[in-house]
C-alpha cells in the first residue's frame, strides 16, 4: 500500500490532491447508485472482513456527501457497516498489536482501516444526531401532547443505534493502538474526530434525562479512554467549560465525568485544570449574561457531592469568587465547602492542618451568614443544615452558628426565614445537651457546680507544691556543723552553767513525753539550733531510760549522741504528721496528685457541660418565642415552616414546647387550606397516633398527650381542639370506643387521676359526642351523679365542664333541621343543675358564677319550657338569699339586745351579703340575656319550621289538578310565595320583638322585680361600693338593656355615666363591651355616643384600652359605626407603651386600609386633630404615627390630592409646630411626579413659612428623593425648585426677587380671604387626659353618680379647613337629660320582605 489516509479538516478536502501518497477520493457516488454500492459494501464486508473498507471507504463518504439527498434508511444502512468495520478492527487488532514481528506495509493497512473507518463512523454519526434533533423539534409534541408518529419511532430508533456506535468505539480505542503510529504519536486530527463527535451528541437537550444514561455513560468512559490514553486531558477541560457556558443543562453530566475520569480513570488533574479555568475567570466576565455562571454553579455544587476531597487542592482557587458579584458562585463555593466539611474535614482524627482548613472553611461560611444577597444566606444556611444533620459540626461552634442562625430568624427574605427555621429544627433534634432541661432547671445546678469548682480549686491553689528536700539529704548537710556542736557539749563545763542547763532542760522534759521530745528536738535541728537540741537529747535520756529512742545513749559519746539524733530527725518525716508541723510541706503522693488533678478536669469539664446547656437552652427559648410568632404571618410557606418547627420541638420535648402547639391550634379555621391541613396534620402526628403495644396502651397515651394539652387551656383553645378531636372521632379509627372507655374510667374517678385530668376527660368527651351524641347521652345519668350530684358544690369547674359536655348533645350545637330535641322539666339533670344554681347563690364560690352561665345556656338549649323553669329558680335562688339574710338579722339581735330599735331596720338593710348578692344579680342578667336568645333564635327557628309542616301540609293535601295549574303559572306563584313567607317571617319577628317589650319586663314577670334594684346599685357607688356587687349590677343591667329599645333608651345614660366615672377597671371595660353588643342590636339609640366610647381609648388603665380598641375594631370592620374624625383616637394608640394596644390598633388600620379610600378619607382630619396645640403630642409621636398611615397611601391620585390638601392647610394653621407637622406629612407621602407638580403649584401656601428650619427640611428630603433615578428634564425641575426653597429659607420671602412670586404676591394682596367656621361642639365634660385624676365619686351629691348639667362656655372661634365642609356637623354626647344625643343619622335595617325580594 503506497498511499496513508489522512483525517481531514473538512470533509470536502478528501476529493483535493494535496500530499504526495495522500489518499483521495475517486468516485462521488450519486444518490440513486448508492444502495447497489451498499450492497457491494456488505458483501465485501462479509467476505474480507474490516479490511473491505480500504476499497469501498468511496461508498461511505458518498453517503455523507449526500447525507441532505438520500433517504434515511440508506444512512442507517451504512451506519451499521461502518459499525461493523469498527467492531471487526477491535476484534482482529489484538492480535496484530501483541506480536512484535508485524510487516510495515501490514501495519500501515490496518492504521489506514482504523482512521478510515472511525473517521466514517464518527461523521455519520454527527450527521444522524444533527437531523435526529431537527426532526424532534419539528415533531415536538404541542398543545395536544401528541408527537408525531414517524418523528417519535426514528428518534427512539436512533437512541438505540448511537449505543452501538460509542460502544464499538471503545471496543477500538481501549486497544493500545497507538502502536499502530510511528513513533506511538497519534495525530490530533484522529482524535479530535472521534471527541468531536461525543461532544456533539453531549449538546443533545436529553442528554441529562434518565432515558439517556446508557448513551451518556458510554459517552463518558469513550472521553475517559483518550484523556487517558491520547493526551485529551488539556482539550477534554477546555472543552468542558465551553460546553458549560453555552448549555447550562450539561452541569449535571460533566459534574459525573469529571468525577469517572478522576476516580476511575486516575485522571485527578482534570479537576485541577477545570477548576483552574473556573476560577480564572473574572468576576466583571461572570456578571455577564450568557457567561454560564449559572451551569459553572451548579457543576461545582454537584461535583463537590460527588468527589468533595479530590476539590481540597484547588479550594483557594474557587474561593476568589466569594468576593465576587455572582451570588451564583458565591452559593457555589459555600456549598463545595459544606460537603467538604460533611465528608472530609469531620471527625476527631483530623490533624492539626485538616482542623485548620476546618476552622478556616468553617468562618468563611459564617461570614456569609450576613452576605449582602438573600439567595446566598438562604443556601449557607441549608448548608449548615446539613452540616448539623450529618453531625459534623464541632461541639465549640454550637452556640455560635446557632445565635447566628436566630438572628437570620428577622431577615428580610422569606426563604433565608425559611432555612433559618430548618437549621434551628435541625439543632434541636441533633443537640448533643438535653433539650428537656429549661434554662431555668439549669440555673441552680450550674451555681453549685461553679462553686463546688471554685472550692476545688482554692483548695489547690492551698496546697501548692514546694521544693521537697530528702531528710537523708538534710542530715548529710548538717551532719558537719552538728558533730562539732556535740564534740563541744560532751567537752566538761562549770558547775554553774551545768545546773543552769539542767533547769532548762527539765523545764522542757517534765511536760512532755518521750515522743513529744523527740518532736521538739528534730523541730531544733530543722531550724539549726542545734546546740538546744543535743542538750535536750542528752537530758531526755536521763528522764526516759526506758525509750527505744535513747536506749543507745546509756553510753554517751559523740557516735551514740550522733546516732541518736540521726535516728530522731530521718525517722520523724514518716511517723507523723505531728512532727513535722512547723516544718515545710511534705511531699504528696503521685498518685493522689493525679487523682486530684483528674476530678479537678471532670469538674471543669461538668461546668463548662452546664454553660453550654444553660446557653443552649436559652438560645431556643429565644427561638421558640420569634418562630411562634411567624405562625400569624401572611406568608404560607413561613407558617407551614413554623409548624413544622414546633412540631419538631414537641416531638424531642423541648421546654415550653407546649406554647407553640397551643399557638398554632387557633389554625385550624384559617381560609389557607395548606396552612389549616399542616395543622391538623401536626395535630395527628403529635396527638393522634400514639405508640403503644397494645390498644389499651395506646388509648391512654392519646388521652394523655391530649388531656396536658388541655390543661389550664384556655376556652378558645379548647374550641380550636375541638375540631380535630372531632374529626378523630368522626374517623373510622379502632381506637375509638377504648378512648371513650379510658375517659368515663378517669372521669368516674376509677383510675386515681387529679382534678384537672378530671375536667379533661369530660370536656374530651363532649369533643367526641359532637361526633356521635350518644357517647354523653346514654350516659347523662353518669354525668348527673358524678359531677352534679350532693358534691357539686365541691368542684364547680368540673361541673362547669360536665354542662359544656352536655350542651354539645342539643340542637344548637349540632343544628339539627327536624323537630327539636328537649329534655322534660323533671328530668334529674335540671333539678341538679336548679339545685346547684341556686345553692351557690348563697355561697362565695369563686368559681360558682361560670357554673352558672352554663348551667343557665344548657337550661335554655336543652329543657322542655326553660323560662319557667328559670323563674323557679329566681324565686327560688332570691329566697335562699332572703332566709340567710333573715338569719344573719336574727343572730345579730340575739348578739345585741341593748340597741335602739330605730336603728334595726338599717341592720337588717347592712346584713346582706354583698357577694351572694352579686350572685343573685349576676343570675338575673344570665337569665335575661338568654331569655331574648331563646326567643330569638329557638322560638323563631320553631314557628319557621313549623310554619314550613303546615305549608308542606297544605300542599300535600292539594290535588294533581291544583299542580298542574301551578305549574303552568310557576313564575308568578314563586313571586307571590316569595311574598307570602316575607310576610309571615315579617309577623313572627314581629311577635318576638313585641314579647320582648311588653311581656319579658312586665309587673307580673319575676325578671322585672330586679330591674329597680339593679338601677340602684349602678347609681349609687358609694352606697354600694363592693366591686363584685358593682361589677355584677353593672353587666345584668347591659343584659336586661338587650331586651328591647325601651328598657336600653331608659338606662342608656345611666351606663354611660358608669362608663366614664366608674373607678373600677373591670366596671369600665365590660360597660365597652356591653355598650358595643347594644350598637349592634340598637344602633339607632347608640349611634349619638359614639363620641363617649372612643374616649376611653385615651383611658389611663391599659385592660380599659385593650378592651375600647378590641370593640371598636369590630364595630367598625363591621360597618357597624360609621368612620369618622375620632379615628385619631385610634391613631394615637400606634404609639401606646403596652406593645399588645399597639399590634391591636396596627390591626385597626391594616384591616381598615382594605376598605377604599378608608384611611385617605380620614388622614386630612387625623392630622389636624393630632397637630391640635391642646392634644400636647410631641413632634416624634407625631411622625411615627404619620409614618404607618401614609404607608396605606399607595395611589397616585391619592398622593396628589393629598398633597394640595395638605398645602392648604398651611394658610389656616397658626402655631409654628402645626407647620412642621404639616411639612413632615408632606414628606412622609410617596411623592410622584404629579403631586410634585400640585406641590409647585401651591407654593404660596407655604412659601412664607420656610423660613422655618422644621418647614425647610422636610420639604427638602422631598426634593432629594425625587431626584434618585428621574430623568434628566423631571430633575431639573426638582432642582429648581430646591434652589426656590434654598433661597427663601436662606434670604427669607420678601428678599428673593421673583417676578412670578412679586405677581402671585399682589394677586394676594387683593384678593380677600375669608375663613368659613363652624359652630363649636358642645361637650359636657372638659376632655380626661391619661393619667389626670377624675373628679372624687363621693363629691357628686352624697354616694350617687349624677348626670353632669351642661356647661355654659362662650364660644371661641375655630379653624377649620374646606376639606372639613363635606362632613357632617357633629355634636358630642353629653350627660344632662336635656341634652341626650338625638338620632343624626338613622341605621334602617331591612326588612325581611326587603331581603327575600332582594
Same mark, same amino acid.
Given at each position: 500500500m503506497s498511499w496513508d489516509f489522512i483525517v481531514p479538516v473538512c470533509i470536502d478536502d478528501l476529493v483535493k490532491t494535496e500530499g504526495i501518497n495522500q489518499y483521495v477520493v475517486q468516485d462521488v457516488v450519486p444518490p440513486k447508485q448508492l444502495p447497489a454500492y451498499l450492497s457491494k459494501f456488505k458483501a465485501a464486508l462479509r467476505s474480507q472482513g474490516p479490511l473491505c473498507i480500504l476499497e469501498h471507504f468511496d461508498t461511505g463518504y458518498s453517503v455523507l456527501q449526500r447525507c441532505n439527498s438520500v433517504e434515511l434508511g440508506v444512512k442507517e444502512d451504512a451506519l451499521e457497516l461502518l459499525v461493523q468495520v469498527v467492531s471487526g478492527l477491535a476484534a482482529s487488532l489484538p492480535v496484530l498489536l501483541v506480536s512484535t514481528t508485524v510487516p510495515a506495509a501490514e501495519r500501515k493497512e490496518k492504521l489506514n482501516a482504523v482512521k478510515m473507518s472511525v473517521y466514517l463512523l464518527c461523521k455519520l454519526t454527527e450527521t444522524l444526531e444533527s437531523d435526529s434533533y431537527r426532526q424532534s423539534i419539528i415533531t415536538a409534541p404541542g398543545?395536544?401532547?401528541?408527537?408525531?408518529?414517524?418523528?417519535?419511532?426514528?428518534?427512539?430508533?436512533?437512541?438505540?443505534?448511537?449505543?452501538?456506535?460509542? &460502544?464499538?468505539?471503545i471496543q477500538l480505542l481501549q486497544l493500545d493502538i497507538r502502536s499502530l503510529w510511528s513513533l506511538s504519536l497519534v495525530e490530533e486530527e484522529f482524535i479530535s474526530c472521534v471527541t468531536c463527535c461525543c461532544y456533539k451528541l453531549l449538546e443533545n437537550p436529553t442528554i441529562s434525562h434518565v432515558k439517556s444514561k446508557p448513551t451518556r455513560d458510554c459517552i463518558i468512559?469513550?472521553?475517559?479512554?483518550?484523556?487517558?490514553?491520547?493526551?485529551?486531558?488539556?482539550?477534554?477541560?477546555?472543552?468542558?467549560? &465551553?460546553?458549560?457556558?453555552?448549555?447550562? !443543562?450539561?452541569?449535571?453530566?460533566?459534574? !459525573?465525568?469529571?468525577?469517572?475520569?478522576?476516580?476511575?480513570?486516575?485522571?485527578?488533574?482534570?479537576?485541577?485544570?477545570?477548576?483552574?479555568?473556573?476560577?480564572?475567570?473574572?468576576?466583571?466576565?461572570?456578571?455577564?449574561?450568557?457567561?454560564?455562571?449559572?451551569?459553572?454553579?451548579s457543576f461545582l455544587s454537584e461535583l463537590s457531592a460527588l468527589v468533595p476531597e479530590l476539590l481540597i487542592p484547588n479550594i483557594s482557587v474557587l474561593i476568589t469568587h466569594l468576593e465576587g458579584e455572582s451570588h451564583a458562585m458565591r452559593v457555589a463555593v459555600c456549598e463545595v465547602l459544606g460537603e467538604i466539611l460533611v465528608r472530609v474535614l469531620c471527625g476527631d482524627s483530623l490533624d492539626e492542618s485538616g482542623k485548620a482548613d476546618r476552622d478556616r472553611f468553617f468562618d468563611t461560611l459564617q461570614e456569609h451568614l450576613h452576605d449582602t444577597h438573600s439567595h446566598v444566606r438562604a443556601r449557607v444556611l441549608q448548608v449548615y443544615t446539613r452540616i448539623v444533620n450529618s453531625k459534623a459540626l464541632p461541639l465549640c461552634r454550637y452556640s455560635e452558628v446557632m445565635e447566628l442562625a436566630v438572628g437570620r430568624l428577622m431577615d428580610k427574605s422569606i426563604n433565608a426565614v425559611k432555612s433559618a427555621i430548618q437549621l434551628l429544627a435541625a439543632f434541636i433534634a441533633h443537640n448533643p445537651y438535653s433539650c428537656k432541661l429549661s434554662s431555668a432547671d439549669l440555673k441552680k445546678p450550674l451555681e453549685k457546680e461553679t462553686a463546688k469548682l471554685r472550692e476545688m480549686k482554692e483548695k489547690l491553689e492551698g496546697k501548692a507544691p514546694v521544693a521537697v528536700i530528702k531528710a537523708s539529704e538534710l542530715w548529710a548537710a548538717m551532719e558537719p556543723e552538728l558533730l562539732v556542736t556535740v564534740s563541744t557539749e560532751l567537752e566538761p563545763t562549770s558547775e554553774a552553767e551545768k545546773e543552769k542547763q539542767e533547769e532548762d532542760d527539765d523545764r522542757d522534759v517534765e511536760e512532755d513525753d518521750d515522743r513529744a521530745t523527740a518532736v521538739k528536738i528534730a523541730q531544733y535541728l530543722r531550724v539549726n539550733k542545734y546546740r538546744n537540741a543535743v542538750r535536750l537529747c542528752i537530758r531526755a535520756h536521763a528522764c526516759f531510760p526506758e525509750s527505744e529512742m535513747f536506749a543507745s545513749l546509756s553510753t554517751l559519746t559523740p557516735e551514740t549522741l550522733m546516732y541518736t539524733l540521726a535516728l530522731i530527725f530521718k525517722g520523724s518525716d514518716k511517723d507523723t504528721a505531728d512532727i513535722s508541723q512547723n516544718s515545710p510541706p511534705t511531699p504528696q503522693k503521685e498518685g493522689e496528685k493525679e487523682g486530684e488533678d483528674g476530678e479537678l478536669k471532670k469538674q471543669e469539664m461538668l461546668v463548662q457541660y452546664l454553660r453550654d446547656t444553660e446557653t443552649f437552652a436559652l438560645q431556643v427559648e429565644r427561638a421558640i418565642s420569634v418562630i411562634n410568632s411567624m405562625l400569624y404571618w401572611k406568608t404560607t410557606s413561613v407558617v407551614q415552616e413554623a409548624v413544622q418547627f414546633c412540631v419538631t420541638v414537641c416531638e424531642f420535648s423541648v421546654a415550653n414546647s407546649v406554647s407553640g402547639v397551643r399557638k398554632m391550634l387557633p389554625l385550624v379555621w384559617s381560609t389557607d387550606a395548606a396552612i389549616k391541613d399542616a395543622v391538623v396534620q401536626a395535630y395527628r402526628r403529635l396527638y393522634l397516633n400514639p405508640q403503644g403495644d397494645t390498644i389499651r396502651m395506646k388509648a391512654q397515651t392519646l388521652v394523655d398527650s391530649l388531656s396536658e394539652l388541655m390543661v389550664d387551656a384556655s376556652l378558645g383553645t379548647i374550641q380550636c381542639l375541638e375540631e380535630i378531636v372531632q374529626e378523630f372521632f368522626g374517623s373510622s379509627s379502632n381506637l375509638q370506643s377504648t378512648v371513650v372507655q379510658v375517659l368515663w374510667e378517669r372521669f368516674t374517678g376509677k383510675r386515681e387521676t387529679s382534678g384537672l385530668h378530671r375536667r379533661a376527660a369530660v370536656l374530651l368527651l363532649g369533643m367526641a359526642a359532637r361526633a356521635e351524641r350518644e357517647v354523653v347521652l346514654s350516659n347523662l345519668d353518669t354525668l348527673c351523679s358524678v359531677a352534679l350530684g350532693e358534691k357539686v358544690t365541691e368542684d364547680f369547674l368540673l361541673a362547669r365542664d360536665t354542662v359544656i359536655t352536655i350542651c354539645s348533645i342539643t340542637d344548637h350545637v349540632r343544628q339539627s333541621r327536624g323537630a327539636p330535641f328537649r329534655l322534660p322539666q323533671e328530668h334529674q339533670l335540671f333539678t341538679c343543675l336548679t339545685q346547684a344554681v341556686a345553692e351557690g347563690v348563697v355561697m362565695e364560690d369563686p368559681y360558682w358564677q361560670s357554673f352558672m352561665e352554663q348551667a343557665v345556656r344548657l337550661i335554655y338549649f336543652l329543657a322542655e319550657s326553660p323560662d319557667q323553669l328559670c323563674s323557679r329558680l329566681l324565686q327560688r335562688s332570691a329566697r335562699l338569699l332572703i332566709d340567710q339574710t333573715a338569719e344573719g338579722v336574727e343572730i345579730n339581735k340575739d348578739a345585741g339586745q341593748m340597741q335602739d330599735g330605730s336603728q334595726e331596720s338599717n341592720e337588717q338593710g347592712e346584713q346582706v351579703n354583698c357577694v351572694c348578692l352579686a350572685q343573685l344579680l349576676a343570675l338575673c342578667g344570665c337569665v335575661a340575656f338568654w331569655q331574648v336568645s331563646h326567643l330569638e333564635r329557638s322560638v323563631s327557628s320553631e314557628l319557621r319550621r313549623r310554619r314550613g309542616e303546615t305549608e308542606e301540609r297544605e300542599e300535600k293535601e292539594k290535588g294533581p289538578s291544583?299542580?298542574?295549574?301551578?305549574?303552568?303559572?310557576?313564575?308568578?306563584?314563586?313571586?307571590e310565595l316569595g311574598l307570602i313567607g316575607a310576610s309571615a317571617e315579617d309577623t313572627e319577628a314581629e311577635l318576638i320583638r313585641k314579647i320582648c317589650e311588653t311581656e319579658l319586663l312586665a309587673e307580673e314577670n319575676l325578671l322585672c322585680a330586679f330591674l329597680p334594684l339593679l338601677v340602684r346599685v349602678c347609681s349609687s357607688p358609694g352606697r354600694y361600693s363592693h366591686p363584685q356587687l358593682t361589677t355584677a349590677a353593672c353587666l345584668a343591667l347591659s343584659q336586661y338593656m338587650m331586651i328591647s329599645p325601651s328598657a336600653c333608651e331608659e338606662n342608656i345614660r345611666l351606663m354611660f355615666t358608669v362608663l366614664e366615672r366608674s373607678a373600677l377597671p373591670v366596671v369600665r371595660a365590660n360597660a365597652i363591651i356591653a355598650l358595643g353588643d347594644l350598637t349592634v342590636r340598637f344602633p339607632n339609640i347608640l349611634e349619638p355616643w359614639t363620641q363617649n366610647l372612643y374616649a376611653r381609648l385615651s383611658d389611663e388603665v391599659p385592660s380599659v384600652r385593650q378592651t375600647a380598641v378590641t370593640v371598636l375594631t369590630q364595630l367598625v370592620l363591621k360597618d357597624v359605626l360609621k368612620v369618622k374624625g375620632q379615628v385619631s383616637e385610634v391613631a394615637v394608640l400606634l404609639i401606646d407603651p403596652e406593645p399588645h394596644i399597639t399590634s391591636l390598633a396596627l390591626n385597626f388600620f391594616n384591616e381598615l386600609a382594605t376598605k377604599d379610600n378608608a384611611i385617605y378619607n380620614l388622614l386630612p382630619d387625623i392630622i389636624s386633630r393630632l397637630s391640635d396645640p391642646e392634644r400636647g403630642m410631641t413632634s416624634e409621636d407625631f411622625n411615627t404615627i404619620m409614618k404607618q398611615l401614609f404607608s396605606y397611601i399607595t395611589k397616585e391620585r391619592q398622593t396628589e390630592s393629598l398633597v394640595e390638601k395638605l398645602c392648604q392647610r398651611f394658610r389656616t394653621a397658626k402655631t409654628e409646630r402645626q407647620w412642621c407637622d404639616l411639612a413632615m406629612s408632606l414628606s412622609l407621602l410617596s411623592m410622584c411626579e404629579r403631586g410634585f407638580k400640585r406641590l409647585q403649584e401651591c407654593w404660596e401656601c407655604y412659601s412664607d413659612k420656610l423660613t422655618e428650619s422644621g418647614v425647610y427640611q422636610p420639604l427638602l428630603s422631598i426634593t432629594a428623593k425625587l431626584r434618585?433615578?428621574?430623568?434628566?428634564?423631571?430633575?431639573? !425641575?426638582?432642582?429648581?425648585?430646591?434652589?426656590?426653597?434654598?433661597?427663601?429659607?436662606?434670604?427669607?420671602?420678601?428678599?428673593?426677587?421673583?417676578?412670578?412670586?412679586?405677581?402671585?404676591?399682589? &394677586?394676594g394682596e387683593s384678593t380677600q380671604k375669608t375663613v368659613m367656621c363652624t359652630p363649636l361642639s358642645t361637650r359636657g365634660r372638659p376632655r380626661t387626659k391619661r393619667g389626670q385624676v377624675k373628679p372624687s365619686v363621693s363629691s357628686r351629691d352624697g354616694d350617687s353618680f349624677v348626670t353632669p348639667q351642661k356647661s355654659r362656655k362662650s364660644k371661641k372661634p375655630v379653624i377649620t379647613f374646606s376639606s372639613?365642609?363635606?362632613?357632617e356637623d357633629e355634636e358630642d354626647?353629653?350627660?344632662?337629660?336635656?341634652?341626650?344625643?338625638?338620632?343624626?343619622?338613622?341605621?334602617?335595617?331591612?326588612?325581611?320582605?326587603?331581603?327575600?325580594r332582594n
Open positions: 398543545k395536544g401532547g401528541k408527537k408525531g408518529k414517524a418523528g417519535g419511532e426514528g428518534l427512539l430508533q436512533w437512541d438505540t443505534e448511537r449505543e452501538k456506535v460509542l &460502544q464499538a468505539l468512559h469513550l472521553l475517559g479512554v483518550l484523556i487517558k490514553k491520547y493526551n485529551h486531558l488539556l482539550g477534554a477541560s477546555v472543552k468542558v467549560i &465551553q460546553l458549560l457556558q453555552h448549555f447550562e !443543562q450539561l452541569s449535571s453530566v460533566f459534574a !459525573q465525568a469529571v468525577s469517572v475520569w478522576s476516580t476511575e480513570y486516575g485522571v485527578r488533574a482534570i479537576i485541577g485544570e477545570v477548576i483552574r479555568e473556573i476560577g480564572q475567570r473574572s468576576s466583571e466576565e461572570l456578571a455577564r449574561e450568557g457567561s454560564g455562571v449559572k451551569a459553572f454553579a291544583s299542580k298542574a295549574k301551578q305549574a303552568a303559572n310557576e313564575s308568578a306563584m314563586e313571586e434618585r433615578g428621574a430623568k434628566p428634564q423631571f430633575k431639573a !425641575q426638582v432642582d429648581e425648585f430646591e434652589k426656590r426653597l434654598t433661597a427663601v429659607h436662606t434670604r427669607g420671602l420678601e428678599n428673593v426677587e421673583s417676578p412670578e412670586m412679586d405677581e402671585n404676591e399682589k &394677586q372639613d365642609e363635606e362632613e354626647a353629653v350627660m344632662a337629660e336635656s341634652e341626650t344625643p338625638k338620632v343624626t343619622t338613622p341605621i334602617a335595617r331591612t326588612s325581611r320582605r326587603a331581603r327575600l
